[in-house]
Structures are given as C-alpha cells and as structure tokens.
Nanobody
C-alpha cells in the first residue's frame, strides 16, 4: 500500500522560508513521479512542482525561482524548499504520486501540511 506523509508546514512571516518533506512508503521515490500541489481555503487546487523518475523537475509559474523540489532516495523522501513566501502561498500542501509529471491527475496523495503566512 502506497502512503505519503507530509510535514514541515508552519507559521512563517512574509519573505520567510520553509522546507516541506514528503515521506513515501510502499513504493520507491525513484520509481514514480512525485508532485507537490496546494489548496487554499475556498480556492481550487494548483500544481506547484513535480520530479520525474529520471530526476527531471517541473515547476508551475507560482513556484519558478522561489521553490525547489528534490528527493533523497536513501530516505525515500521528496522535499519542497520554499523561499520568498508571501500571503498567496498560504495553503495546505500535499504530495502525490503521478503517472508522469506532464499528465493530469494524481495517484495517491497525503493528508497535507499547512503553511500559514502572517505579518
């Protein structure tokens, strides 16, 4: 059974940084594409970043230049490093398996971790 558990969400000031973690079990992070997506209250979910089995990374416009996705196969974990956070980044962040980063839809996803921006 594939499971993903996110952590690292926190209360952070505008301009701050966070590192989110996605611990995966039941499948190797090197054998499936893994994406991060987010959803703010009352808003549609939006893609953030994705990493392929080959290590190629994709970023949605909201993440380009500010966020970095990476993985550590020894920990079976995918990370999302975020910097320059602003109020629009406040959301629940989820990681999910994907058939391929360029395709729509997700496989299995976790319950999420909350990022709150305060000033």
């Amino acid at each position: 059974q594939v499971q993903l558990v996110e952590s690292g969400g926190a209360l952070v000031q505008p301009g701050g940084s966070l590192r989110l973690s996605c611990v995966v079990s039941g499948i190797s992070v090197a054998s499936t594409d893994i994406a991060w997506w987010r959803q703010a209250p009352g808003k549609e979910h939006e893609g953030v970043a994705c990493i392929t089995t080959g290590g190629f990374v994709y970023y949605d416009d909201i993440a380009k230049g500010r966020f970095t996705i990476s993985r550590d196969s020894s920990q079976n974990t995918v990370f999302l490093e975020m910097s320059g956070l602003n109020a629009e980044d406040a959301a629940d962040y989820h990681c999910a398996t994907k058939e391929h980063c360029t395709k729509l839809g997700f496989g299995t996803w976790g319950e999420g971790t909350q990022v709150t921006i305060y000033s």
